[in-house]
Nanobody
Framework: QVQLVESGGGLVQSGGSLRLSCKAS????????MGWYRQAPEKEREFVAS???????RYADSVKGRFTISRDKVKSTVDLQMTSLKPEDTAVYYC????????????WGQGTQVTVSS
């Protein structure tokens, strides 16, 4: 299975920027896509962005034009560059690996807190 560790979360002011990084280790040959989800207090976990092994990128409508996802296959990392941050972006952000063998084989990081103050 894939192990994922996120870093880069923190406290920023509205309009600021933050870069999250996720390092993958372990069994990685079954990866279909890597990306990010987030979960705010009292809310459901929601999709943020993803990039497939073939280079297909998807973004949630709420972050289009503000967030950029990138992958470095040499370093086995996936990053999320967040700009023009809003208080509503405040959430725990989770790195996610989508397995080509089905959702039961997906992997999740432990999460990193992002707080955007007004």
């Amino acid at each position: 299975q894939v192990q994922l560790v996120e870093s880069g979360g923190g406290l920023v002011q509205s309009g600021g920027s933050l870069r999250l990084s996720c390092k993958a280790s372990g069994k990685k040959f079954g990866i279909f896509a890597m990306g990010w989800y987030r979960q705010a207090p009292e809310k459901e976990r929601e999709f943020v962005a993803s990039m497939s092994e073939g280079g297909t990128i998807r973004y949630a409508d709420s972050v289009k034009g503000r967030f950029t996802i990138s992958r470095d296959k040499v370093k086995s990392t996936v990053d999320l560059q967040m700009t023009s941050l809003k208080p509503e972006d405040t959430a725990v952000y989770y790195c996610h690996v989508e397995s080509r063998y089905g959702s039961a084989e997906d992997s999740w990081g432990q999460g990193t807190q992002v707080t955007v103050s007004s």
